[in-house]
């Protein structure tokens, strides 16, 4: 499985998020969005989860 954390880039905000400086940080699970936050160290702890949850469907 393949889950990353990127953070989003001005082009796919609203200009009201731009002008407000607001940061989002995007998780993808196997090229598909399944989280998105304003924390860069939430959607770390969701990717390590999804991540754990992974493992655990293997064994």
Do not use: C, P
């Not at 499985?1 to 196997?30: C, F, L, N, P, Y």
């Not at 754990?52 to 469907?57: A, G, I, M, S, V």
Request: aromatic letters at 6%; zero cysteines.
């Amino acid at each position: 499985m393949t889950v990353k954390v990127t953070e989003r880039d001005d082009s796919h905000k609203s200009h009201e998020g731009v002008a407000a400086g607001i940061r989002i940080w995007d998780v993808h699970q196997q090229d598909m969005l399944v989280g998105m936050f304003h924390s860069e160290s939430d959607a770390h702890s969701y990717k390590a989860e999804l991540e754990n949850l992974e493992q655990k469907r293997e064994a």
